[in-house]
């Protein structure tokens, strides 16, 4: 079965800190996607990325970047220079199919960040 | 053009009762997926509904159980609530309901409190 874990549960940080939050996955699947979510306080998650595993490259995007490494099963996603607004809680997720053509996601427990002025 | 909108955003129950939930997808979309979210298991998959039919199931008793109208709005139902029943329930939206080709949309969630 596919597995997300999230080593960390929170961490607090003070603006203009690198954070980086740490995600493991398991899977059989040889081709499968992995995301990352944000949950502000409102409560609706929000998307930030996704990518594929045939797709190793390093993403950047502003601040954040994300490090995919197949060999340790690991998605890490970093924030440069953090700032309170980041302050939420971020999830990293596995896509998971079913047959009939529907998917659901596989979560981590997800990881609370505090970014502290 | 409107995001997911679910209701209640608060709700409070005794055991023993049940409830429903209601999700109105972005327009357009016909795919409506339900998670459930507590401190302890963290995001659950309920199901999801594509076109007014079920295509997936997660772990879950029974005694959840939803349905998906003609104009793509969804509700759950939980009968014979029980404590650790408590959770956001969170709705997500989306043109297929495949997550790895477009984007998920995700309400702010109902937040249920069993008492």
């Known amino acids: 079965a596919q597995k997300v874990t999230q080593a960390q549960t929170e961490i607090s940080v003070v603006e203009k800190e690198d954070v980086t939050l740490d995600c493991v996955y398991e899977t059989r699947d040889t081709t499968y996607y992995l995301f990352w979510y944000k949950q502000p306080p409102s409560g609706e998650l929000v998307f930030l990325i996704r990518?594929?595993?045939?797709?190793?490259q390093n993403e950047i995007s502003g601040r954040y970047s994300w490090n995919f490494q197949k060999s340790t099963s690991s998605f890490n996603f970093t924030i440069t220079a953090s700032q309170v607004v980041d302050s939420a809680v971020y999830f990293c997720?596995?896509?998971?199919?079913?047959?009939?053509?529907?998917?659901?996601?596989?979560f981590g427990k997800g990881m609370k960040l505090t970014v502290n002025p | 053009k409107a995001g997911v909108t679910q209701t209640p955003r608060y709700l409070i129950k005794t055991r023993g009762q049940q409830v429903t939930l209601s999700c109105s997808p972005i327009s357009g979309h016909r795919s409506v997926s339900w998670y459930q979210q507590t401190p302890g298991q963290g995001l659950q998959f309920l199901f999801e509904?594509?076109?007014?039919?079920?295509?997936n199931k997660g772990n879950f008793p029974g005694r959840f159980s939803g349905r998906q109208f003609s104009n793509s709005r969804s509700e759950m139902n939980v009968s014979t609530l029980e404590l650790g029943d408590s959770a956001l329930y969170l709705c997500?939206?989306?043109?297929?309901?495949?997550?790895?080709?477009?984007?998920?949309?995700f309400g702010s969630g109902t937040q249920l409190s069993v008492l």
């Open positions: 509904y594509f076109s007014e039919t079920q295509r």
């Open positions: 990518r594929n595993s045939f797709d190793e």
């Open positions: 997500a939206s989306s043109l297929t309901g495949m997550a790895t080709n477009e984007k998920l949309f």
């Open positions: 997720a596995l896509s998971e199919a079913y047959e009939g053509g529907s998917e659901k996601l596989v």
